[in-house]
């Protein structure tokens, strides 16, 4: 099983950034998949979800409207685009697999806002 993100980066506040997930090993169609990112010096924060159908998606509030999360069942891959980003956006990003208590993690992504 891998999950490898990519696309993560520098960027300056006001910037955009599209990530993406790529999966392997697994049923990638059957599973939820999640994006979650740590900042330095705080704990996993769960950031956008998408069903195995890819026709509902969750955020959590303080990227809502910010942040889109997609998949490609074909592909087996899901991506978040972050769009007008903020230094409070600097962290690790994770991609995640999850089927019922089953979870897939991948290495992470780092992306920095700064100017």
């Known amino acids: 099983v891998q999950l490898v993100e990519s696309g993560g980066g520098m960027v300056q506040p006001g910037g955009s950034l599209r990530l993406s997930c790529a999966g392997s090993?697994?049923?990638?169609?059957?599973?939820?998949m999640s994006w979650v990112r740590q900042a330095p010096g705080k704990g996993p924060e769960w950031v956008a979800r998408i069903n195995n159908g890819g026709d509902r998606t969750y955020y959590t509030d303080s990227v809502r409207g910010q942040f889109t999360i997609s998949r490609d069942n074909v592909k087996n891959a899901v991506y978040l685009q972050m769009n007008s980003l903020k230094p409070e956006d600097t962290a690790v990003y994770y991609c995640?697999?999850?089927?019922?208590?089953?979870?897939?993690w991948g290495q992470g992504t780092q992306v920095t806002v700064s100017s």
């Open positions: 995640n697999a999850a089927l019922v208590q089953i979870h897939y």
């Open positions: 090993g697994f049923n990638f169609p059957n599973y939820d």
